[in-house]
């Protein structure tokens, strides 16, 4: 697959660490700037995208948790590992229930940072079913936004027959719902493992015409309308935030 230069945040009130950190990920090849408190973060996340941040978990002005509690009110699925060096704390239990990735223990292991890191820096797959161009353009902006490269197919059959395998997304543009039959999404369904999602735009009418397992949880239905863009766009974040937690934990 291809790479993307993913861009860190390191966030540490002890300059020394959070700058040796980021020098050794910028040496790695990653986009990565550092930052010293939770308004150094404000400031910074104004002005830039970020894929993933580290933060350390105690502070002066606010606590790692805090700060991902902030960023997850605008970002909800921002890849975020805390880093400290206590062993057991509830704020850290309760930052893993909320969402964190991972507690990584000080001093860390650079080396598995950099495996998570390598990982997480190939771009996921996509297969998107569609004959409209403007569409296909649409679509085009947001896969690369949020790092997926995808191969465009004319039908449901010509997917199933290709040799891409296990996409980590399908979006299937059925304009109109007499395009796409709901055979041919569930012939879909049991090619595709249960991980993966599928997108259909504009399909509520054969959901309740057909017989078509609408209960499958990798069955995401869209309006076909100004709205999908931004959807689109949060269940790639999504897809992107669950790749991300399965490559922290192996």
Excluded at 148 to 157: A, C, D, G
């Amino acid at each position: 697959m291809a790479k993307t230069t993913l861009k860190i945040l390191v966030v540490d009130d002890d300059h020394n660490f959070a700058n040796t950190l980021s020098a050794i990920l910028r040496s790695h090849g990653y986009y990565c700037q550092a930052a010293n408190s939770v308004c150094d973060v404000q400031t910074l996340l104004a002005e830039d995208h970020f894929d993933c941040v580290f933060s350390d978990v105690r502070m002066p002005d606010q606590n790692g948790v805090d700060l991902y509690k902030l960023i997850k009110a605008g970002q909800p699925h921002l890849p975020f590992i805390l880093m400290t060096a206590y062993t057991s704390s509830e704020i850290i239990e309760e930052a893993l229930e909320s969402g964190v990735l991972a507690a990584l223990q000080k001093p860390l292991d650079i080396e598995a940072v950099l495996r998570f890191l390598t990982a997480f820096s190939q771009n996921l797959q996509a297969a998107v079913i569609c004959q409209d161009e403007k569409i296909c353009d649409l679509v085009n902006n947001i896969f690369k936004k949020e790092k997926f490269i995808f191969t465009v197919f004319l039908s449901i059959q010509a997917l199933i027959q290709s040799s891409l395998k296990d996409p980590a997304v399908v979006l299937v543009d059925a304009h109109h719902s007499c395009e796409h039959y709901s055979s041919e999404i569930n012939a879909l369904l049991d090619f595709l493992p249960n991980g993966t999602i599928v997108i259909v735009c504009d399909f509520e009418k054969t959901i309740k015409k057909e017989n078509l397992r609408s209960g499958k949880i990798n069955l995401v239905v869209l309006p076909r309308d100004e709205k999908c863009e931004g959807k689109i766009d949060k269940l790639l974040s999504r897809e992107i935030y669950q790749y991300a937690k399965s490559l922290i934990h192996e």
